[in-house]
């Protein structure tokens, strides 16, 4: 019985986790929960799956939790150190997280430094702080098991292999709704039409970073991350998002992952992980799917791939600064604040005014994410 805590649980990646984790009742427990302000979930949550402890991000609202599950056994915590206590409960083996945004780096480092393995859905964790993730990781000889879909599929292309024999590692991107629109048409793409993303379906937020391609770019900086900075990786958009990415070897022999586009796939790996359990998921029909295409990228069309690449190559604060601008930036779009070119256009300038410092303890993370947060906000009061 692998005893599991989850962050993130009311959320796109904690809902499908829960789904798989029903399904083997034999195989897993939850022993915690983590969520952000959804109480009505998080109580229904609490009451099928009987966590001892449960963590609710949002102080604001843990009366009213406590007053919906008032009759059950499980002690609720809030704050920033619920979500620590959470990630670090004692008995855990693996914990899952699938917090969104930046809010997920306290919880997984805390994690690791409890000794759990985690299974990492919360790309920005890597992403602003990938140096200190791992030096923790090595520290406390845990593993990061990836979630996100493509990650996954670069994790199990590994599979018996030696990293010093990759080539390089092709990360496949699906482009988006806006693929096929021209640099006129996508100025003035309204939230619903950014929202509609063909193949997968996720949370707003990372919906939109699909349409800019920043998701992408987000993955690019995490792919570094966990499979080498000096590994080189080449996105390549592949509209159909059947194989979730592919690595090519010293050889030249390339070795990729295909299958629904489905975020239950990658979940039960990385909870089954090195084993694999039977799924009750429709197999892929490769006959129905038909063509499988390839084109590259337009950095044109999609400047924040661009930015993100940049950011890493710049290294230090950089990548932490990017991902703030993006956070802010997203939800001014979707606030309809800003137009949908400005997201890139205001990430840009933020990593301009920047100046970067290299990552030596959490609070040069912090900073930086602060100070970017707050800079954008400003360049937007100003500019609209
Ligand atoms: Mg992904």
């Known amino acids: 019985m692998k005893k599991i805590s989850l962050l993130g649980s009311t959320g796109s990646i904690g809902v499908n986790t829960l789904d798989v984790i029903e399904r083997y009742p034999e195989n897993f427990q939850i022993c915690a929960l983590s969520a952000g302000s959804n109480v009505e979930l998080f109580a229904r949550q609490i009451r099928k799956f009987k966590p001892a402890l449960a963590a609710l991000f949002d102080s604001t609202k843990v009366d009213a939790l406590k007053e919906l599950v008032a009759d059950l056994d499980v002690k609720i915590v809030s704050g920033p150190e619920g979500s620590v206590s959470a990630a670090s409960f004692p008995e855990v083996d693996l914990v899952v997280s699938g917090v969104v945004g930046s809010a997920g780096l306290l919880p997984a480092l805390a994690a690791l430094k409890a000794g759990k393995n985690l299974a990492l859905a919360n790309k920005e964790t890597l ?25 996954s599929a670069i994790f199990q292309a590994l599979n018996g292999e030696k990293t010093e024999r990759i080539k390089k590692i092709i990360l496949t991107a699906s482009g988006g709704p806006f693929r096929t629109f021209s640099l006129k048409q996508m100025e003035n793409v309204t939230v619903k039409e950014a929202l509609n993303h063909p193949n997968w379906s996720m949370g707003a937020k990372i919906t939109i970073d699909s349409s800019t391609m920043m998701n992408k770019g987000l993955e690019y900086i995490e792919a570094k991350w966990l499979f080498g900075v000096e590994t080189n990786v080449e996105v390549i ?39 694999r359990f039977e799924s009750e998921l429709p197999s892929l029909d490769l006959a129905a799917m038909g063509d499988l295409t390839f084109e590259a990228p337009d950095f044109e069309r999609f400047p924040c791939l661009q930015l993100a690449m940049d950011a890493m190559e710049m290294g230090q604060t950089l990548p932490a600064v990017l991902n703030a601008a993006n956070e802010i930036a997203v939800q001014a779009f979707l606030d309809e604040l800003i137009p949908y070119k400005d997201i890139a256009e205001l990430i840009r300038m933020v990593m301009q005014n920047h100046r970067p410092v290299p990552l030596q303890e959490l ?20 500019t609209h």
């Open 127 to 151: 992403v602003i702080a990938g140096e200190l993730v791992l030096k923790e990781a090595a520290r406390t000889n845990t593993k990061i098991i990836p979630i996100d879909s493509e990650h």
């Open 237 to 275: 958009v592949h509209a159909q998002s059947i194989i979730h990415s592919m690595i090519e070897f010293v050889d030249t022999s390339i070795m990729a992952q295909l299958g629904i586009p489905d975020m239950r796939v990658p979940i039960a790996y990385a909870l089954t992980y090195p084993d």
């Open 363 to 382: 609070e040069d993370v912090l900073e930086a994410d602060r100070w970017a947060r707050e800079e954008t906000t400003k360049l937007i009061t100003v």
